[in-house]
């Protein structure tokens, strides 16, 4: 066993009938870092999530979280993680004050300690002015953040998101990506699953899952400096002309799409262009590294 590791993976596997779903995944994840499962939908992110919860056996393979087998301790790593999923775990009917006592209950904090860590919670989720709200009657990024402050409760050693931000507005991703800055700063390791590939750059280290299977594993900046591909964004007067010049051109290229109000072309490293196009060379973006690995498997286009 890694003593510096939260979360270890070997061959870890997954299947429902004939259906693979996760594909003998196999990982490392240190203490104290931020760690961005991306992928598609479908890919594995949930599946991947739910066996390091102890929420679901593998079919293959093994899992061990904080030093606990996954299969064989599920009670104990579910004591010693916080879990938030993208549904917001929340009673609507209950006040904030009394979400965060009920959770407090289910971690067993004492009396006096439920009392001390919830105004805690409550002043760092900026919510102390809600606590006799009911959670439904919140904004879509209080009620992210009241459980959050649920899953943070018990001080737990990892952190686990699956698609937290899929549900709130730009401005509450941006003040929740802070709150899990400042965790992950005081200690507390983090596994973030996200569609957002804005939040993946805020990741330590990524894991791109594809099919069930880890296909790209490093930091954001390894993992765009290691794509076997260029960006170039064509300069045209929309969109359409460029796609139309691109077709034209009859280069080949790996993807194109909009990106804003640019048109974005991956192409191979060695694809000469010439003067066939008006273009300009670009920087890769964690979305272009999605986009790659999500169609590496297409055939290249022309």
């Known amino acids: 066993m890694n003593e510096r590791a939260v979360i270890e993976t070997n061959d870890l596997t997954c299947r429902f009938g004939s259906f693979t779903a996760v594909d ?5 994840v240190p203490r104290g870092i931020i760690y961005g499962f991306i ?19 593998p079919t293959e393979g093994w899992a061990r979280v904080l030093g606990y087998d996954t299969a064989q301790a599920p009670d104990q790593v579910k004591q010693r993680i916080g879990y938030m999923s993208q549904k917001f775990s929340l009673y609507h009917d209950l006040t904030c004050e009394e979400n965060l ?6 971690y067993g904090l004492t009396v006096a300690a439920q009392k001390t860590r919830m105004a805690e919670v409550l002043n760092l989720m900026l919510l102390t002015d809600k606590r006799p709200v009911l959670a439904g009657g919140l904004s879509g990024g209080q009620r992210q953040r009241l459980a959050l402050g649920c899953a943070i409760l018990h001080h737990p050693d990892l952190l686990i998101l699956d698609e937290p931000t899929s549900a709130v507005d730009p ?38 899952l594809k099919d069930g299977r ?3 594993n490093g930091s954001p900046a390894a993992l765009k400096a290691d794509l076997p591909a260029r960006l170039i964004t064509l300069d045209y007067a929309s ?8 077709q034209d051109s009859g280069i080949p290229y790996l993807d194109a799409y909009v990106f804003g109000r640019q048109y974005h072309v991956l192409l191979a490293p060695e694809t000469d262009i010439g003067s066939r196009l008006c273009w300009n060379p670009a920087e890769l973006t964690m979305e272009d590294v999605f986009i790659y690995h999500d169609c590496q498997q297409k055939e290249v286009r022309s």
């Not at 003040?175 to 590939?197: C, I, Q, R």
């Open 171 to 208: 401005t509450s991703r941006r003040m929740f990506w802070n709150l899990l800055a400042s965790l992950a700063a005081g200690g507390t390791s983090l596994l973030v699953t996200t569609h957002f590939m804005d939040e993946a750059e805020h990741c330590d280290r990524i894991g791109f």
């Open 101 to 106: 006592a009920f959770y407090a209950g289910l």
């Open 39 to 57: 992928g598609s939908n479908g890919s594995g992110k949930s599946t991947t999530i739910r066996m390091l919860c102890g929420l679901l056996r």
């Open 24 to 28: 003998h995944l196999t990982i490392t």
């Open 239 to 246: 969109p359409t002309e460029a796609g139309q010049a691109l």
């Open 214 to 216: 880890l296909i790209a």
